[in-house]
Every structure is written in structure tokens, then in C-alpha cells.
């Protein structure tokens, strides 16, 4: 077989001076910031359990370039936790030294290291430390959970003891070493938020009512940290501008009188929305700086700096932002997840090799999961330390055989480059006209289009890298394997969805009478549509693509049942802090959602369905049925070339490893990830018998009695 033609090569460009004014240093209080990239507090899943994984992520963000860099929020007393969340603690002097250590990796690269002091008070039920949970008023915990706790109003004793704790914990900050030490206000996540909030805080003392009344336990402790460590630290508070429930809770103008009345007590303001969902909204509901309207109108209420964000990745969009004098500092969180190199990027003018978040919240989903951060975009992410990986810089190749890879979605791309960068010779196969696999078929559909960034940052760098060669309209079977004879090949030939109802929920292929219109997203990718107009969409994935699906028949004007065995639409998308938003749209669309039904038969235009709970049975006139359930690895080729093993030697094969989808179906960033893990494991020292592959730390055993 002959291998199709490779695309051509692409050059960076030299940083033009507009971006000059992104690298102009900044004073936050005492200090100063060397230049505008400001990398916001965020959660990562790793806190108090990973503490040197977590310093080190820390510490290549400030590598990249950014110039503050701040931890999550770090719970301040034992009153106050948000188990089964894994945050960080600063509870007494035993944390400071895990907090030193991120704090050291930050400044050895001439960063500033910034701690979020919170105490989420009614957002955390006290699993972990059974205490009694306090908020302004008495009411149910707001935990993500609905858990059966209250917490109780605190009195003015309590206000008096949360003042000490935070006093004490912001002396603990500045002993590990924190440059910023934050005034947390934000986000509906933590007391002073909710002593701002009308809707929390129905107080009838000095604390509730009026505006400054609200503001006063801020007020209060923001004084009081300036004054114990105001000299040397900066002090920012961050707060939620609108939590985009109208005048019913904390609205733009209500807070602008609120920093108003406290203008120029902190050293800096730290803008965001409330809550976290609408905060970090994804791509698939919101645009980059889809925060500037709330922002906008803050600077000219203080002489501080503001830091606000907005999943900001185009240099030219910060500088305009900039400019306008929305901000002064560009605050990211997953762009610096995606790029933790973004600043130093834009500094070389390195704009091609701008690895752009695509606001898939993947990252967000390791919080809520309480796993180690992971990124869809940065494979590396949270493995600094655990793998030594770096998003980078790789080690270079230890033997010149070339390896083919076969299949350039986002597994064979990631793992083409990073092979690539090794030095390696690396020849991609692909079937199709085009680099990017699922992503560019995915990235069609309704509000996915920012995840073609998968490919196209890939496709940028293979461009750089001529030592890789891509061959397309090149679909290979085992025989062509064979022929070819590359010393390695790596299988990351996909999946494809399956049609026959196997999924979570039936374990074996459910009845279709012949004739009956069933398709898969796969088909519907494909172009294929039903006849009629009915279709009923059987959701037993649970993640985007059943609720993605439902969109685009409703778009295309078809009657769009959806049905799914789970509570609610797309459920694991709570994991990502879309659900809300999905269900939201799906409804507005005029899908009907059905939820508890299983489709357990299908017929030529009539679906059996049953109540999950009850095994009820109902039926269903439909055209037609999309089976959104389960994926199948596209394996025939690893098959094919494993059961002609006895040949591999003649042809010059020593191993064929497949990866990403191909092995086992699961999210692009599990594709990504295992592209990155062939490549910086390929031809590494065999791990000694019992030796993890990566690095873990143990809790300290303290003596028995
Ligand atoms: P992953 O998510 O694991 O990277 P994708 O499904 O996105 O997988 O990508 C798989 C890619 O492999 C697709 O672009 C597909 O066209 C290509 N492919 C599948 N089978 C072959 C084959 N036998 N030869 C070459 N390319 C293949
Ligand atoms: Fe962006 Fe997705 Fe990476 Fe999060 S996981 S930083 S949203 S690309």
C-alpha cells in the first residue's frame, strides 16, 4: 500500500510591542507583580492528600510565566470543612509546611504566591470534624449534596472566635511565606459571602440589614489582617459581583456600592461570579470574556488593582481588556491549567504554540471527583510531580527506531507530537482527510465548537516538527502494518458507538425488530437522519453526548423525546457544573425530558420503555430511536496484528500498543492523556517489580496511645 501525501509546515511570529503592556509590572499593595498574568485560586482535587504534586503544579505555572500564582481555598479552622472535597488546610502550625513547600516552588521562579483563606461555614455539613456548622442564619447547609445538616446562626461570640481563627491563619500564611493573603468573599462558598447575601443573611443585629451592616464581618477582617501583615503582604479580597439571580441575590449594583464603601482597604480586588458554575461556565454556554459586562465599571470605583477573568487565551483580547480599563491584571484559572506556559508564550511571541483551553471543565471534574486535577488539553497537568512530566519539556529519545502510529485523533496526535518532540521519527497513518478524529466530528456539533482546539493545537506543533510525517486516506490493515515494518507501532484507531442498547444499564443487546430506524451518534455524526420526524434519544452514556444529540434533532426541527434511566439529563455533567445548564437549554429547546425510563425494546416505530423503579411499561410511537449508551474500541487492527505475531520479527515489528479509545472508550482527555503516556514512556527504564508508576505521599503515623 502506498501512504497518502503529508500536509505542509507552518511558522511561528515574533511578538509584536502591543503585547508589551501585558508584561508591564503591577502594584498589588506592599509588592509588586512582574507583570499582569495573575493565576486566580483554584481547585485542583489534590489539596491536603497531594501536597508536593500540588506544589509542583504550582510551581510550573510560575515557571510559565505567571506572576501571581494562589493556591484553592485553604479551610482556616477545623470548624469549617467541605468534606468529601480535598482542599487545603491551614488548620494549625502542622500544615505550614506543605503550604511552604508551594509557597518555595512559586517563589523560585520569581512569582508571587497567593493564599485564599476560606471558611465555607453553611457550605459544608462538618463531615470530617462533626462540628456544629455556622452561618449567618439558621438554615439548611447549601452543600452540592442537599446533606440533612443545618447550620446555626452564629452570635456575636462566634463573629468574635472567626475573627481570632482568621487572624491566626493569616499569620500561619505569612510564616509559609504567601505574598497575598485573600480576603474570601466569594462565589456563594464561605461565610463573609453569605453575611453579604440578603439571601442568606436575615440578621437583625450590626451584621444584617443594611449594606454596611452586611459588609461589616468584611470590612472587619480585612482590616484586621491588613493591620497584622499589611506591611509585607498584600491583601486582595475577592468577591462575586452577581450571582445572576436578579434583585433575589447579590446583583452588579448592590456590590459596586459594596466596594464602593470599601474601596481602597484591600490592595486589590478580586472580581468573579457567583456561584462557581457561573463562574467557570463551559464553552458550551459561554464565550471568552463572557465576564467583561459585570466587570466592567469596577476600576472606577477603586485606586486598587482588579483582577478579573473570563477563559482569556487571545493575547489581543487581553490587551483590549486591558486597555479599555476593564482590569489591570488578566486572572485565569484554566488557562493556565490548559497553558500553564500562556504568559511566557505571548512574551516570545510563541502565539502558535498556545495550547487554548476549550472550557470543557474537565478540570473542574477532578474537584468533584476528589481525583487529582486532570486537563483535556494538558495531559501533564497534576502529573508534574506524580510523573515528572512537564507540559514542556520531555526527555529526549533513548534508541532511533521510528515508530508508526496509526489513527490521528487526539491519542495518535498527542502522542505524535510529544514522540516527535522527543526526537523521534514518528509516521502517522490516517484513514480520513483530516487530523483530530472524534474531536473534529464532535466539534460540529451544538456548542462544541472550541474543542477542535484539541487538534488544532496538535496540528500547529506537528507542523514544527519535521520529523514526523502524515500520510492521509491511509485506512491500514495488518498486512500493510506488516509491509511498513516499523520497529513500533501504536494502535489509536477510535471507537465507534454501538447500536445495540448495551450500556450502563443493559449489559446484554436489547430486542430491534428488523426495519426499525435505530441510530447511533456515530451515524448521526455522519449525516445520517431519520425519515419520520419522532425521535426518541436514549440517553445511557450520561455525559454531553445524549443531551448534544437531543439539541441538534430539536434544532433540526424533529419532535425529540429524551430519555434517560438517571434522574436528570447528562448527569455526570454535575461533575463539570453543567447539568443545570443543559437541562436548562434542553427544555428551552422544547426537548421533553423523561427521566427513570429504560428503552428496553425496540420496535418498527414504537419504542417498549419501562419505569426504572417499577418496571412499568409504557409505549412509545417514534420514527426513530438514537442509541447514545456505549462505544466499542475500533480493535479489528491490534486483533489482526496480534494473531499474526509469529510474523513480527521478519517484518522488523518488536511491539504494537494500543492506545486511547482504541484500548477502552472514555473522554478525549483520557485519549490525550494516553497519547502523552506512550510518549514519555516509550523505551524507559521497566519499572523495578512493585514500584507504582507514579509517586504518592502517605499520611504521617503519629504513636499509638
Ligand atoms: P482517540 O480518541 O483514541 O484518539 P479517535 O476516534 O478520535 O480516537 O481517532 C481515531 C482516528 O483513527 C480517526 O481519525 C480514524 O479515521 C483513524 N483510523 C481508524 N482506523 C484506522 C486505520 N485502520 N488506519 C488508519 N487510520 C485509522
Ligand atoms: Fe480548559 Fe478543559 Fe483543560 Fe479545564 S480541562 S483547563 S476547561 S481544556
New binding site residues.
Partial sequence: MMLGRPESSQQTTARDTRYDILFEPVKIGPLTARNRFYQVPHCNGMGYRDPTALAHMRGVKAEGGWAVVCTEQVEFHYTSEITPFIELRLWDDRDIPSLARMADKIHEHGSLAGIELAYNGMNGANLYSREVPMGPAHLPVASFTYDPVQARRMDLQDIRNIRKWHLDAVLRAKRAGFDLIYVYAAHALGFLHHFLSRRFNERTDEYGGSLENRIRLMREITEETKAAIGDTCAVPIRISIDELLGEGGLYKEEVEDMIGLMADLPDLWDVTLAGWENDSRTSRFAEEGAQEPFIRGVKRLTAKPVVGVGRYTSADRMVSLVKKGIVDLVGAARPSIADPFLPRKIQEGRFDDIRECIGCNICVSGDFTQSPIRCTQNPTMGEEWRKGWHPETVKPRRTDKPVLI?????????AAQTLGKRGYDVTI????T????????ESRLPGLAAWVRVADYRKMQLAQLPNVEIFFD????AG?VLEFGFPRVV??????WRGDGIGHRHLAAIPIAEGACVLTPSDVMAGRRPAGKRVIVWDDDHYYMGGVIAELFAEQGYETLYLTPASEASTWTRNTMEQHFIQKRMLEKGITIQSFRSVDVIERNEVVTSCVFTGREERIAADAVVLVTARLP?E??ALDLLARRDEWADAGIEDVVS?????A?AT?A???Y??RRYAEELDADPLPDGVLPFRREIAELLPLD
Fill in positions: 496509526v489513527g490521528a485523533g487526539p491519542a495518535g496526535l498527542e497513518a490516517e484513514a480520513g483530516e487530523l483530530g478524529g472524534r474531536v473534529l466530528q491511509s485506512r491500514l490493515d500493510n494502535i489509536a484507531t477510535g471507537a465507534r475500533n479489528q487492527l492506545i486511547g479509545d482504541a484500548l472508550p478525549i483520557h485519549a490525550v494516553a497519547g
